[in-house]
């Protein structure tokens, strides 16, 4: 069966950091380029960050440019984001999901999704 699942959430001080974990089972991850989506209440599903099949190219954020870093381990079928220097804005539901193709931004380039894990960063 076909899964993605999300670990590392939690609460966080401003400031501090979290990694997040994707782990991946029912395929190989090697053939799929694999993104970060967040949502926050009342608010629309965005694009974090994304990684390509190889790990060669990663896009962000504007907003997380300089303090998320996202990468890949295909040996261990998962995908992590670290986040450092947290901002309370960063505060949503991470989502993390499985492209169709290429990376892109838009949601309906994305076939499978995990069921998110909660971040909060709050003092």
């Known amino acids: 069966q076909l899964q993605l699942v999300e670990s590392g959430g939690g609460l966080v001080q401003p400031g501090g950091s979290l990694r997040l974990s994707c782990a991946a089972s029912g395929f190989t991850l090697d053939y799929y380029a694999i993104g970060w989506f967040r949502q926050a209440p009342g608010k629309e599903r965005e694009g974090v960050s994304c990684?390509?099949?190889?790990?060669?190219?990663?896009n962000y954020a504007d907003s997380v440019k300089g303090r998320f870093t996202i990468s890949r381990d295909n040996a261990k079928n998962t995908v992590y984001l670290q986040m450092n220097s947290l901002k309370p804005e960063d505060t949503a539901v991470y989502y993390c999901?499985?492209?169709?193709?290429?990376?892109?931004?838009?949601?309906?380039?994305?076939?499978?999704w995990g069921q998110g894990t909660q971040v909060t960063v709050s003092s």
């Open positions: 990684i390509s099949r190889a790990g060669g190219s990663t």
């Open positions: 999901a499985r492209a169709r193709g290429s990376c892109r931004w838009s949601i309906y380039s994305y076939d499978y």
